[in-house]
């Protein structure tokens, strides 16, 4: 919608005064930090096996192999299923499907099960009831305390598959993202090497929704993600990579002044810190190791005891890939810039003030619910919500954005807020 030239002139130069542009920001960013250390957040050394499991993960396994391991003690590998070499020998393509995969990985675990029963039966001499049998004794023996669950028939195991070619794929997404993800853990004060948190938790995917409940890069869920950002029918800011961040970043924070050091803090974050700072207080001890070992809630299970193992082998996958060249550093292809609401407004006057279609302000807006958003155009955004508009737009455009706050009084917009959304529309 054109404006009269005056009215236009008025506007904008009301807009870019000093009272509005404090509701303007430009969110410059280029690259990220190319090397990440922060000495406070290191690998105590119980973990430093299990840290270099992950790392393997992440660096030398790709998806289509899978590996079968002690879940206690995940660094203790029984066999390594690599399906693509598996599938060349054979000629065989079915291995190189999900489902051919998954059927010959679980016939090697329940072998590898049943050879985990003899143990318990036979002592050491089930070692001698065949090849399977002989692997398992020469990978827990070597580890006292895996070595006696095998004996007393404790001892499990689990699947992994390996993630370096997405690993990969997310560090070269990563550029894009990192430097506004470091600038908001900057602006809330935790080491910006906790943004490697995003590998971990979705591989960079910001569309990632679990199934339990979790969505977003930062995998928010529902409940948690209320206290620091706007969840509803028509938004949900657990699904804009910037503003998940923050919150993020902000609950790193909590986590960390509420139970004193990173280790049990990032732990906390997949675990919540209620049931950590419970294990804390029923063992008396901060320290996540003994914690690993000792607490045995059935919800402290392997996702919450590989945490902080599996976020510092990212961190240190991803400054590797950098440092030997695997992934280009280079300056994020997206030019944002953030500003506040100062009044709530509908999408459809939105487009015509900004001169965007709406499809291009919900792709840098994916928290805005795009099917309710198109079946009811005149549901207002609210007053402060944080918009994300293309600096890139163009002059025009950029100065239209400045001029939001401007013009928004000016607009007669009658529209009932309470529209309501029919089920299965979130």
């Not at 190189?96 to 679980?106: F, P, V």
Request: charged letters at 25%.
């Amino acid at each position: 919608m054109a404006l009269p030239p005056n009215q236009a002139r008025n506007i904008l130069m009301h807009a870019v005064s000093a009272t509005w542009t404090l509701f303007l920001t430009a969110l410059v960013a280029t690259s990220a930090t190319a090397i990440t250390y922060d000495a406070s957040l290191e690998a105590p050394p119980e973990l430093g096996e299990r840290v270099g499991y992950w790392e393997r993960i992440f660096q030398e396994y790709d998806s289509k192999t899978i590996i079968i391991h002690d879940t206690k003690d995940p660094q203790l590998i029984l066999d390594i299923l690599p399906f693509s070499r598996m599938a060349a020998l054979k000629n065989d393509k079915l291995l190189l499907t999900s489902n051919g995969q998954k059927n010959i990985a679980e016939k090697y675990q329940r072998r590898y099960e049943a050879a985990l029963r003899q143990f318990s039966k036979l002592g050491s001499e089930a070692r001698n009831l065949g090849l399977m049998e002989d692997r398992v004794y020469q990978v827990y023996s070597k580890n006292k305390k895996a070595y006696a669950r095998l004996m007393s028939g404790r001892a499990s195991i689990r699947q992994q598959r390996g993630m370096a070619d997405i690993f990969k794929s997310a560090a070269e997404k990563a550029q894009d993202f990192l430097p506004y993800l470091e600038m908001e853990f900057k602006a809330v004060g935790v080491p910006i090497d906790l943004t490697r948190i995003a590998f971990v938790e979705s591989m960079f995917n910001e569309t990632a929704i679990s199934k339990v409940g979790a969505s977003g890069m930062f995998q928010f869920m529902p409940g948690t993600a209320q206290t620091y950002m706007i969840v509803n029918q028509l938004i949900d800011e657990r699904n804009s990579p910037i503003k998940a961040a923050r919150a993020a970043a902000q609950l790193f924070k909590s986590n960390f002044q509420d139970l004193g050091n990173w280790p049990l803090a990032v732990t906390a974050y997949n675990h919540g810190p209620a049931g950590i700072a419970r294990a804390v207080k029923s063992l008396r001890s901060d320290y996540l190791p003994y914690l690993i070992e000792k607490w045995d809630a059935p919800s402290f299970g392997f996702a919450s005891q590989n945490f902080y193992a599996e976020f510092i082998a990212a961190r240190n996958s991803y400054n590797k890939a950098i440092r030997e060249g695997s992934v280009s550093q280079r300056p994020s292809r997206l030019k944002l810039g953030s500003g506040k609401l100062k009044q709530s407004v509908s999408l459809k006057d939105l487009s015509e003030i900004v001169e965007l279609d709406v499809s291009e302000i919900l792709k840098f807006n994916p928290c805005i619910n795009k099917k309710v958003a198109s079946r009811y155009p005149q549901m207002k955004l609210p007053r402060g919500f944080e918009l994300l508009m293309p600096l890139s737009a163009g002059q025009s455009k950029s100065h239209a954005f400045l001029a939001i706050n401007a013009y928004l009084p000016q607009k007669k917009i009658a529209y009932d807020q309470r529209t309501n959304v029919r089920r299965g529309e979130q």
